[in-house]
């Protein structure tokens, strides 16, 4: 009988574990600052853009390990400074029309859809992101990077009327 009562109660308390160790609820209109850019921060920029640099990918990382093997070919390389990718900041700063760029850093917000695109399952090396063997994004991030890549007129960079101009410094 004490038996048959405790597991009586094993579905709620598998559902409330559920709910309290899930990932919180998708926003429908996620902001740069609030919701992406932690995401960013945590998995891309230390190739692209961690201490005001793009960073040769290397793994494991450090200065004299070896490039990684999923991205190693000396185009893709090419690619990667040429795109000159700035996860950190939302706009692009420097001159980036000049040729060459000078001072040219590229921000997130002009490669929002590009960004969606390459941490999607389907996305395909070199270009999936971030490379092996890194794990890809979850679900969750990857549909808040959808959201966000969808606004319109623009992904934008804040919801709050008076965000940290560090971050946004154009307004939200
Ligand atoms: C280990 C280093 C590394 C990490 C971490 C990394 N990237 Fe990249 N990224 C690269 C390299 C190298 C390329 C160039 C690949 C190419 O264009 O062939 C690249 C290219 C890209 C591109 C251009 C793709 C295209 O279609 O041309 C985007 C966008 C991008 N990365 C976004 C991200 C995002 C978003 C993350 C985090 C989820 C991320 N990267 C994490 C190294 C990295």
């Given at each position: 009988m004490r038996r048959l009562a405790w597991f009586s109660f094993l579905p709620a308390a598998v559902v409330v574990l559920a709910a309290g160790c899930g990932s919180p609820s998708v926003p429908a209109q996620p902001a740069y600052d609030a919701d992406v850019r932690p995401i960013l921060m945590a998995?891309?920029?230390?190739?692209?853009?961690?201490?005001?640099s793009l960073n040769v990918p290397t793994e494991p990382t450090g200065p004299n390990a070896p490039t990684l093997p999923s991205i190693s070919d000396s185009s893709v390389l090419m690619s990667f400074d040429a795109l000159?990718?700035?996860?950190?900041?939302y706009d692009s700063t420097g001159d980036c029309t000049s040729n060459p760029p000078s001072n040219c850093k590229q921000g997130a917000e002009i490669f929002a859809t590009t960004i969606a695109g390459t941490v999607h399952a389907s996305a395909k090396p070199?270009?999936?992101?971030?490379?092996?063997?890194a794990p890809r994004l979850d679900d969750w991030a990857i549909e808040i990077l959808d959201n966000w890549s969808n606004e319109k007129p623009k992904p934008v960079c804040?919801?709050?009327?008076?965000?940290?101009n560090t971050i946004c410094p154009n307004g939200p």
């Open positions: 998995h891309c920029v230390r190739c692209h853009g961690a201490g005001g000159n990718l700035y996860v950190d900041q070199p270009t999936a992101m971030p490379p092996a063997p804040s919801n709050s009327p008076d965000p940290d």
